[in-house]
């Protein structure tokens, strides 16, 4: 287990370094990230069809440094399809298969924003940064706050975002019973009908006698017969 914590502590080190173009807007670098939604709403208004554009028209204009990923979605699904530019953020709304060679040409080659791509705030305003809007102000990303900055299809770049941290102090740092506290504080609850206490579910689980136990999950989330020992 240890030399597969090491290894994962190595890529998220190495991987992280390379990322930080997507985080950090002062970066100092010429290489650019042309980041895209693959979530549901983007995909069903021709988001691949965007991907594959941008990586035909790079390729054929022999762009180097350049880069176009695919993201989760970033939360604003009605302004779909969504691209953003990394390292300076910029943020393009509603953006059509037919608007990349505009980007490329103006944004990445010329420096130029390309205004009319620029998402409108509800007050008319245009919004040059996607936390820039009225409908993200106010909101800290938790659970979701790597949508948008990652390729959810590409492990490496979890592990970079500290992906499989938690999951390492749990195993390393914490006893069974400081983990089963820990979630009965977050007031975690089952997605069934019973809406069952996750924490209490675990407690009952490790208290129950027996080498080998189970939780079937096929069980009413509130009835005793669901844990076994």
Partial sequence: ?????????????????ELDIRVNDNVGTKEKHILVCHGTGCTSSKSPKIIETFKKIIKDKNLKDVRVIQTG???LCAKGPIVIIRPEDTFYAMVSPDDCEEIIQSHIIEGKVVERLLCKDIDGTKAQKLDDLTFYKK???????????IDPEQI??????????????????MTPDEVIDEIEKSGLR????AGFPTGKKWRLTKNVEGKQKYVVCNADEGDPRSIYG
């Fill in 1 to 17: 287990m240890e030399n597969t914590l090491e290894k994962i502590r190595k890529i998220r080190e190495l991987k992280r370094k």
């Fill in 73 to 75: 979605c970033f939360g």
């Fill in 139 to 149: 909101q800290k990303r938790i659970a979701l706050k790597n949508c948008g900055k």
């Fill in 190 to 193: 089952g997605r069934g009908g």
């Fill in 156 to 173: 490496e770049e979890y592990i970079a975002f500290d992906g499989y941290k938690a999951l390492e102090k749990v195993l390393l740092q």
